[in-house]
C-alpha cells in the first residue's frame, strides 16, 4: 500500500504559476510509474502528465505540453508538478496516482492504483 498527499494548490491569476507537490508514505514510489490528472467540477478526470519509474520518459497531455512540467525524486518519494502560464481552464481538482511499472506510461485513471485526495488549483482571468 503507499499513501499519497498532494499540497502546493491554491488560487492564482491567469500568466501565474504554481509548484504542486506529491508525497508518498507506506512503501517506495520508485519501481512505479507517477501521473497527475485533474478534474474540473461536471467533467471526467483527464489526463494531465506522467513520468515513468526510471525517470526516463514523460508524457504530457497536448492541452498542457510546454507550460507543465512533472518531476520526481525517489529518494524523497515525491513527485512534482511545475505549472506554468496558467489559464482558466486549468482550474480543478489535481490528483497525485501511482501505477505499474512499465514500457507504456498509460494516460487512463483505471491503469492507476493509488490515488491521493487531491488539491484545488482556481485560475482567475
Known amino acids: 500500500q503507499v499513501q499519497l498527499v498532494e499540497s502546493g494548490g491554491g488560487l492564482v491569476l491567469s500568466g501565474g504559476s504554481l509548484r504542486l507537490s506529491c508525497s508518498a508514505s507506506?512503501?517506495?514510489?520508485?519501481?512505479?510509474?507517477m501521473a497527475w490528472f485533474r478534474q474540473a467540477p461536471g467533467k471526467e478526470r483527464e489526463f494531465v502528465a506522467a513520468?515513468?519509474?526510471?525517470?526516463?520518459?514523460?508524457y504530457y497531455a497536448d492541452s498542457v505540453k510546454g507550460r507543465f512540467t512533472i518531476s520526481r525524486d525517489n529518494a524523497k518519494n515525491t513527485v512534482n508538478l511545475q505549472m506554468n502560464s496558467l489559464g482558466p481552464e486549468d482550474t480543478a481538482a489535481y490528483y497525485c496516482?501511482?501505477?505499474?511499472?512499465?514500457?507504456?506510461?498509460?494516460?487512463?485513471?483505471?491503469?492507476?492504483?493509488?490515488w491521493g485526495q487531491g488539491t484545488q488549483v482556481a485560475v482567475s482571468s
Open positions: 496516482a501511482a501505477g505499474a511499472r512499465g514500457p507504456v506510461i498509460a494516460t487512463t485513471p483505471s491503469e492507476y492504483n493509488y
Open positions: 507506506g512503501r517506495t514510489i520508485s519501481t512505479s510509474n
Open positions: 513520468r515513468s519509474w526510471t525517470g526516463a520518459r514523460t
